[in-house]
């Protein structure tokens, strides 16, 4: 099921998604620069109600196994939704990607990943089944440290995405 869109606006790849119970009506793909191989291609940003973006997901390069279709997969997450809302971006004719969701067909207590995992592969990773999220669920170590510290610096607040 289609429940967003993202295109080419002034350089950045911006848009929406918009389901029954959530309303976001502009977020953004801000690529990551990693020489990780296992580093998500985007961080999703949206918006939050102070007027400052915030990641609320990433997105991996996929594969299907059967046509070779490359794709964008990840999930939509924040403390607001019950739960991480699984997303996969489809290149359209436009310079921009489809947003789709797609109801996970496997129990999420056995690993499910939303988008059935037999189907695709995670550019990189080999025929694994999906891709893996280790411990950290894909985003990285903690900056707060067992005792509720900052364990390093974070990057000041911007209105603005960095591109």
Avoid: C, H
Avoid at 119 to 142: A, I, K, L, V
Wanted: glycine residues 14%.
């Amino acid at each position: 099921m289609n429940i967003g869109e993202v295109s080419l606006q002034n350089g950045r790849l911006m848009g929406r998604i918009a389901t029954r119970t959530i309303d976001l009506p502009r977020i953004g793909l801000r690529p990551v620069e990693s020489q990780n191989p296992r580093a998500p291609r985007f961080e999703v940003v949206a918006l939050n109600v102070a007027r400052r973006w915030v990641q609320i997901g990433a997105l991996w390069e996929a594969e299907m196994k059967k046509t070779g279709e490359v794709f964008l997969a990840g999930n939509i997450d924040d403390p607001s939704l019950p739960e991480p809302l699984p997303v996969a971006l489809f290149g359209n004719e436009r310079d921009g990607y489809a947003i789709a969701w797609r109801r996970d067909t496997l129990r999420s207590d056995a690993g499910g990943s939303g988008f059935g995992s037999s189907n695709y592969d995670m550019q990189g990773q080999g025929d694994r089944g999906g891709y893996d999220r280790g411990d950290t669920g894909g985003f990285g170590d903690s900056t707060v440290g067992d005792d509720g510290t900052m364990t390093r610096e974070m990057a000041p607040a911007d209105d603005d995405i960095a591109f």
